[in-house]
């Protein structure tokens, strides 16, 4: 039996848990499985990729494309035309993607053209918003797919609804909180990262999204919320290196800083975070992936959003939509310090086995 090549694409920060445990899975069953891991180089700061190499036990990437930041348009061609180079070169039977990041539909675009098939780890979530870009690279990925791998039920019904056929889609589970639950007895042992001394209740900020941050209007919006939610309890912030960007730029850098009880960190490494959240009251973000750690790990999330792409988080898990409404937060941060958040249960097939199944149905096509 030949072995079957077969390229996964990593780019950004959210893509390497998901990538973790499918490589582990495939180390499994070397005679039957050759997979080469592509870095794109979409982010490359050690902070935002190295560390989770690190902590992830990620083996190192045998090829790094190297894209570096640029406009979207410009990042995804460039990504497009190296990988292009290694599809000729490498010659693989099959490209896995994950996410909805610009690599992820860069790498997706080109094996599809060059008659390679593509499998999408997490397909078939919609936020039903194109102000998103992650709206379109998760839409247009899905198109190109030949296998879909879905993470909740809504994953399930948007697909039917856009007419992809039935045998297409395979209903595995999270491979992130396989990554999650992976760690999760070292996640428990140590100290929360923070310098000084940690103290006993306090709440995490992450807050990055162009539709938050890149605004004097939105950051006005956001600067309220942070008086209200760090006069009642610390609040942690390890910040994106591109949020700080924009928060400078619109002149909130310094405001941010005077908040006496907000400290913005550098942006943590896995285990770090994981561990930070898991001892936190409740999560403020705008994050995809961090409404699905905060409903495993449950802990309350609040979602600085108008929608969600994640649906089931809210449905059983402790994701509330708030937007930048600050009578909403002012509601549900009640709520929760008096102890009135709900119970969750955690979603069907979020188990840890994710990738054994992705791995499973690629081993019998
Ligand atoms: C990307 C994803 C987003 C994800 C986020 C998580 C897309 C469209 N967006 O957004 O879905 O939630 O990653 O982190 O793919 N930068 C650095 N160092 C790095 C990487 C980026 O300083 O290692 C800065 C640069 O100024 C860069 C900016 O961040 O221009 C934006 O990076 P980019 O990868 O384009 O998008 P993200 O905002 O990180």
Not at 349 to 360: E, L, N
């Amino acid at each position: 039996m030949s072995k079957k090549k077969i390229i996964l694409v990593a780019g950004a920060r959210p893509n390497f848990m998901k990538i973790a445990p499918l490589m582990r899975e495939f180390r499994k069953f070397p005679k039957e499985f050759a997979p080469v891991l592509v870095h794109t180089g979409q982010h490359y700061d050690t902070a935002m990729s190295d560390v989770f190499f690190k902590d992830l036990n990620i083996p190192e990437p045998d090829i790094n494309l190297n894209v570096g930041s640029a406009s979207h348009t410009v990042q995804t061609a460039r990504i497009m035309t190296k990988f292009e180079r290694v599809l000729k070169e490498e010659r693989p039977q099959l490209v896995i993607v994950v996410g909805d990041v610009n690599s992820t539909l860069a790498c997706s675009l080109v094996a599809s053209k060059m008659g390679v098939r593509v499998a999408h780890v997490e397909a078939g979530l919609r936020s039903f918003d194109r102000d998103m870009p992650e709206e379109t690279n998760r839409v247009l990925t899905d198109r190109l797919s030949d296998y879909l791998f879905v993470t909740e039920p809504s994953g399930l019904v948007n697909l039917r609804k856009e007419g992809v056929s039935d045998d297409k889609v395979f209903y595995v589970g999270n491979v992130m909180i396989d990554t999650l639950l992976a760690h999760l007895p070292q996640i428990q042992k140590g100290p929360v990262p923070k310098r000084g001394q940690p103290p006993k209740r306090y709440a995490v900020l992450t807050l990055h999204r162009p539709g938050n941050v890149d605004s004097t209007f939105t950051l006005t919006g956001i600067y309220e919320i942070l008086e209200f939610v760090t006069r009642e309890i610390p609040v942690i912030y390890p910040i994106h290196p591109r949020a700080r960007k924009m928060i400078r730029r619109h002149n909130f850098l310094k405001a941010f800083n005077k908040l006496d009880n907000l400290e913005m960190v550098e942006p943590l490494g896995y285990v770090d975070f994981i561990r930070l959240v898991s001892k936190a009251r409740f999560v403020l973000t705008d994050s995809g992936g961090i409404q699905e750690e905060a409903t495993v790990l449950e802990i309350p999330c609040l979602t600085m959003r108008e929608n969600t792409e994640r649906p089931v988080t809210v449905d059983q898990g402790t994701n509330i939509l708030v937007g930048r409404n600050i009578a909403k937060i002012i509601r549900s941060v009640g709520a929760i310090l008096n102890g009135r958040a709900g119970k969750p249960t955690r979603p069907k097939f979020w188990d840890g086995k994710a990738a054994g199944r992705i791995v499973k149905v690629l081993s019998e096509q």
